[in-house]
């Protein structure tokens, strides 16, 4: 199962200490582990104090990770044997959560995405491969900059706290992998009534990322090239503007103006 979800088991006793620093929980909190596997971080993260509910796909893990974790620990932990992606999140009950996954590399995004549509968290530590650590926080201009860093900017702030080798891993993937912090908003900077046209334009405009965004939004919205340049305009950019130049913020302008 592991190996069809590309998941690797962390082994790394720095790298797990470091994740769990990261966490910041007491007895007073709540955490939410994705895909405990053999209970590296587990283990790490009961000692906090704080109660555990730990998610794992995997039938065979799930029923062993109790004991992997001792008898003591385990009374503070609750594992679930489900799909993440499928599970239903109502049933955790009151949150928040602080949310920790060594998430495995094919699923990494949706899960990331299944999180940011939840409001039952306030915090999250998780692992991804670095190319997409890289994508989540990156910043305005640059080439990793996209649909994925907006959808993260829509629901929280974002930071890659440090890299982790390959090594760190068993079995040793092919890719390195970074351990990304994500701060959920008490307010979306994304209001729900807007969210279908800021998507409709910025799926447009980075589906042809090389090319100017105004010149491709102008003729996917049916609307006048002038039309277009008087929004780009008034939103602070130049007509020239690539999809990676666009804020935040001017895409909610552009939506607002473009998509009424």
């Known amino acids: 199962m592991g190996a069809r ?27 939410l582990e994705i895909g405990p596997g053999r209970g590296a971080l587990t283990g790490r993260l009961l000692a906090t104090g704080a ?3 730990a998610i ?43 949310v920790v996954g060594n998430l495995p590399y094919a699923v990494g995004t949706p899960i990331l995405q299944r999180l940011l549509d939840w409001d039952g968290w306030t915090r999250a530590v998780l692992m991804f491969q670095l190319e997409v650590g890289e994508r989540i926080v990156a910043k305005l201009g640059g080439a990793d900059y996209g649909l994925l860093s907006l959808s993260v900017l829509a629901r929280a702030d974002a ?15 092919n890719v390195e992998s970074a351990v990304v912090v994500l701060t959920r908003l008490a307010q979306p900077r994304l209001p729900a009534a807007e969210e279908k046209a800021f998507w409709r334009l910025a799926k447009i405009a980075f589906s042809q ?41 001017a895409w909610r302008a552009l939506a607002r103006a473009l998509c009424p």
């Not at 799930?62 to 239903?88: Q, S, W």
């Not at 609307?223 to 340049?229: G, I, L, S, T």
Request: cysteine-free.
């Open 5 to 31: 979800l590309s998941q690797h088991f962390l082994r790394d006793e720095g790298a797990r200490d470091a994740v769990a620093g990261l966490v910041h929980a007491g007895p007073s909190d709540r955490i």
């Open 51 to 53: 109660p555990v509910t």
């Open 56 to 98: 794992e796909l995997d039938e065979i893990i799930a029923g062993k990770l109790a004991g992997m974790v001792g008898p003591e620990a385990a009374k503070n932990l609750k594992t679930i044997n489900e799909d993440f992606l499928r599970f239903d999140l109502r049933e955790l009950g009151p949150g928040p959560f602080i």
């Open 159 to 173: 930071e890659l706290a440090f890299e982790v080798p390959r090594e760190a891993f068993m079995p040793i993937p």
């Open 209 to 249: 990322r090389r090319k100017m965004a105004a010149g491709v939004l102008s003729k996917a919205v049916g609307k006048p090239r002038a039309e277009v340049d008087a929004a780009f305009k008034a939103a602070g950019l130049g007509v020239s503007a690539r999809p990676e130049e666009i804020p935040f913020d």
